[in-house]
């Protein structure tokens, strides 16, 4: 069985599964006290559950530069210390946050920031190089990005990263980028099973570009998890965006949704975190689901699916049939 995919046009194998290093950040706030994290976190915990996954067979692991304000960088590089070689690393940057305050500050899209994030991001990793440098604003102007791109070749030139890519939900943006960025390997969208993205799937099949799916299981609504979640986490105050969880609570919507697929995903004995990934590795030779973990229990289970592998044929058809009038296109959701 394959465990491993290439990232696009860059020939860099990682593991199918990467492990969504998010949640390993701890807090980070955004204006009026909005939590952009996933509440405390225990740091000695996150670096046994980065070696839960190597020993599972991960190799991908995703962060970025304001993750907890650059705690997820430190701890991962914790984590890889003596490890490296093992390990494909990808962060992001254009999102900028006080390490001392873990408060968000805006966003900054200019060649210059991208640079002296890198070196920030490079430092707290405690590595020379990164795998996979990825613009992390999603709705910035395709023009905005198009001006990155001289910058992000020069960067790999130097040996600095290998790759680059783009953490966005446009597939047009997403697909002018690639086409003027020779070393464009990926682009990072929000796809699971419940909320499809098959306009960008295109553009990744037409531009040979790695899809990394966030948000594989829902924030955790594909875990089953039913716990109410705290003020400190961005599910306990969900913004916009984020449609699964409602004042920390599953959204009855989605939750619903869940349960008319259950059967399907778990009918081979999977649990039904491990079902929703093995749909993702189903739907197409070029997704890479990214689901986040903070203890070595999620790390197990999450990635048990790369022994079990895609979804068989007949769970998938199945789901297909359960949500053909109910699952909206990700555009469609984002329009309201």
Not at 130 to 159: K, M, R, W
Not at 196 to 209: I, K, R, S
Not at 273 to 279: C, E, K, M, S, T
Request: with cysteine; charged share 20%; hydrophobic share 40%.
């Amino acid at each position: 069985m394959t465990t491993t995919r290439i990232l696009g046009r860059s020939g860099i194998a990682a593991s199918a599964i990467g492990m969504g290093c998010w949640a390993i950040g701890g807090p980070l706030w955004g204006d009026g006290g909005q939590p952009f994290g996933w509440g405390e976190v225990d740091d000695d915990e996150s670096v046994r559950t980065v070696h839960a996954a190597l020993d599972a067979g991960v190799t991908l692991f995703d962060t970025a530069s304001n993750y907890g304000a650059g705690h997820s960088e430190r701890i991962l590089g914790r984590a890889l210390a003596g490890r490296r070689d093992r390990a494909v690393i990808a962060t992001k940057f254009g999102n900028r946050a006080d390490e001392g305050t873990r408060q968000w500050i805006g966003t900054d899209a200019s060649p210059e920031y991208a640079v002296a994030s890198l070196e920030e991001s490079l430092r707290r990793l405690g590595t020379d190089y990164v795998d996979l440098y990825q613009l992390h604003i999603n709705d910035l102007p395709a023009a905005a990005a198009l001006d990155l791109v001289g910058t992000l070749e020069d960067l790999v030139t130097q040996g600095k990263i290998r790759a680059y890519g783009w953490s966005t939900d446009n597939p047009a943006s997403a697909a002018a980028f690639a086409e003027a960025g020779p070393h464009c390997a990926a682009i990072q969208h929000d796809q699971s099973v419940l909320l499809d993205n098959a306009e960008m799937l295109a553009v990744c099949d037409a531009l040979d570009l790695a899809a990394l799916n966030r948000g594989p299981l829902a924030m955790g609504l594909l875990t089953g998890s039913t716990r109410a979640v705290g003020r400190d986490d961005v599910r306990g105050m969900a913004p916009e965006w984020l449609l699964w969880f409602t004042d920390g609570r599953p959204t009855p919507r989605w939750a619903a949704r869940v349960e008319q697929i259950r059967q399907a995903l778990t009918a081979d004995g999977r649990t039904l975190a491990q079902g929703a990934l093995g749909w993702l590795l189903a739907r197409s030779p070029r997704t890479v689901p990214i689901p986040g973990c903070r203890t070595v229990a999620q790390a197990e289970e999450n990635f048990a699916t790369l022994a079990l592998g895609p979804l068989p044929d007949e769970s998938y058809a199945e789901v297909e049939r359960l949500l053909a009038d109910l699952r909206p296109s990700l555009a469609a959701v984002r329009e309201g």
